[in-house]
Each structure stands twice: as structure tokens, then as C-alpha cells.
């Protein structure tokens, strides 16, 4: 079957670095997404990565190792905007149909 | 870069009547589109995928029946919720997968319907 992992919660200070995990195991691959989603709106597209290593994007870092079945997005100079729920997805071969984890909401505290 | 619209973008309707949501692509043309579902504090849903010219594809306990799906065109699908009720409501969102070019890896989403169904 088709499983995504990250965790449900976390909480960081602003101004810190926080990073979140994500692990999958899909029966195809063909990139991986990272997605940001406030509370009421549609999810925005933050990062991709199909290749193995750090694709680094202005605050905004994400890492994958195919090998393990792992990523993780890395959030430098936190603001309280970055205050959102964080998706990461796998996309499988066919289709370009997305499997998504559950998310984690990331809280920022003063 | 590439834009997804929906419409109605908040809709209040009674138990038993039927309301169709539309999703556009406005810059890019997408032979591929998904339907999704999010219940409060949960994760997208991947309700059904929908192509272009043939019948959508839905995803395991999602009803086809009473979900209908067209994509009649390369820059349109519309969502049916027909005999709507209260366990409805929810946020469907719809995103696209540009057809080609260099943006066709990313999934561009729409902003979202709030449906509640009274």
C-alpha cells in the first residue's frame, strides 16, 4: 500500500530553524511535493524534488533521499506567517496523482 | 505562473438539492484534474481524478453517482453534488496538472468551495 509519515504537530520560536520530517513508502515515485496550507485555504506549492539531495529555495529548504524513503523541509528565520499546516506528497508514476500525508501543523510562538 | 479558479468559492444550500462546483484552468490547458476533500483539521482527500473526454476515475467509497464529474473541456471540470446533505459539508478544492511545458510537473490547486449543506 500506499503510506506517508510526518509528524502531526510542532511548535518553534520565531526566528529559529525547524525541520520537518517526512517519510514514505509508495509503490511508484516520481517526485515529491511540499506544500504549505493555512487554515481555510487551498494548499500552495513550496517545494519538488525528484533527485536526491537539498533543493534550497530562499527560507525554505527541502531534502530527499530516495534510498530511505525520506524528505524533509527545512524552515530557516521563522515568522509567525509561517504559522500553517505543511503537506508533504509523493508522487506515484501513474497519472500524476498525488498521496499525501496528513500534514503537520507547525505553531510559532513569540 | 499557472492559475486554477473555482466557482462558487462559498455555497449554503439545503438537504436533498443537488450544486455543481466548476474548476478552470486560466493560463494552461490540463488533459488531467483532481477533486479532493478536506474535513476540518484533516488532510486532503483525494475524492476522484478527472480526464479530459472520458470518464473520471474515483477513488475507493467515494460514490460516482452522487459525485458527478465532467471535464468537458482542457480547461474546465465541474463537480456535482447532487442530493446534497448535511455530511456533505466540507471543502472541496480542485487542482491541475498543466498538460506540457515546464510547470506540467507541479499541481496547481484552486482556492477552494466551502460547501455547507443545511
Known amino acids: 500500500g500506499q503510506n506517508i509519515d510526518q509528524p502531526t504537530e510542532m511548535t518553534a520560536t520565531e526566528g529559529a530553524i525547524v525541520q520537518i520530517n517526512c517519510t514514505y513508502q509508495?509503490?511508484?515515485?516520481?517526485?515529491l511535493f511540499w506544500y504549505q496550507q493555512h487554515a481555510g485555504e487551498a494548499p500552495t506549492f513550496l517545494s519538488y524534488?525528484?533527485l536526491d539531495g537539498l533543493e534550497e529555495k530562499g527560507r525554505f529548504s527541502s531534502f530527499l533521499s530516495r534510498s530511505k524513503g525520506y524528505s524533509y523541509l527545512l524552515l530557516k528565520e521563522l515568522q509567525m506567517k509561517d504559522s500553517a499546516s505543511y503537506l508533504c506528497a509523493v508522487r506515484v508514476i501513474s497519472n500524476y496523482q498525488l498521496i499525501w500525508g496528513a500534514g503537520t501543523k507547525l505553531i510559532i510562538k513569540p | 505562473g499557472a492559475v486554477v479558479s473555482q466557482h462558487p468559492s462559498w455555497v449554503i444550500c439545503k438537504s436533498g438539492t443537488s450544486v455543481k462546483i466548476e474548476c478552470r484552468s486560466l493560463d494552461f490547458q490540463a488533459t488531467t484534474m483532481f477533486w479532493y476533500r478536506q474535513f476540518p483539521k484533516q488532510s486532503l482527500m483525494l475524492m476522484a481524478t478527472s480526464n479530459e473526454g472520458s470518464k473520471a476515475t474515483y477513488e475507493q467509497g467515494v460514490e460516482k453517482d452522487k459525485f458527478l464529474i465532467n471535464h468537458a473541456s482542457l480547461t474546465l471540470s465541474t463537480l456535482t453534488v447532487t442530493s446534497a446533505h448535511p455530511e456533505d459539508s466540507s471543502f472541496y478544492i480542485c487542482?491541475?496538472?498543466?498538460?506540457?511545458?515546464?510547470?506540467?510537473?507541479?499541481?496547481?490547486f484552486g482556492p477552494g468551495t466551502r460547501l455547507t449543506v443545511t
Open positions: 487542482s491541475a496538472n498543466p498538460t506540457s511545458g515546464s510547470l506540467s510537473y507541479e499541481q496547481y
Open positions: 524534488n525528484v
Open positions: 509508495t509503490s511508484g515515485f516520481n517526485g
